[in-house]
């Protein structure tokens, strides 16, 4: 899976902190890019099939009082892991880039 799309890490990052509908997550991915990610409705799903799919994120029980055809999702503890490893692998891409920029201001 790795590397993650911005999509599926933003949604990843979204179940992560907490079980969700697909509203719920369109909003979480643009509060925390600063707006700058935008899920539309399409991509979304798509996104979230594609994560099923895989064992990534999986249906979640509706709470009392919510609209029972509201689809809600969680992250797995695959999906965990997946989170993990793409970190791992951007911290990594970080620390060689700033190695190398930092020498080259030297």
């Known amino acids: 899976m790795l590397p993650l799309t911005e999509a599926f890490y933003y949604i990843l990052i979204a179940l992560y902190a907490k079980p969700s509908h697909g509203y719920g997550i369109m909003q979480d991915a643009e509060e925390m890019s ?30 009392d009082g919510t609209d029972p055809r509201r689809k809600m999702y969680a992250v797995t503890v695959d999906g965990k892991q997946v989170v993990a490893a793409e970190l791992e692998r951007l911290e990594e891409l970080l ?12």
């Open 34 to 63: 600063g707006g700058r990610v935008k899920l539309g409705a399409g991509t979304l799903y798509t996104a979230l099939n594609t994560l099923l799919g895989k064992g990534l994120i999986e249906h979640y029980p509706v709470p």
């Open 95 to 106: 620390a060689a880039g700033r190695r190398i920029v930092n020498a080259g201001e030297a």
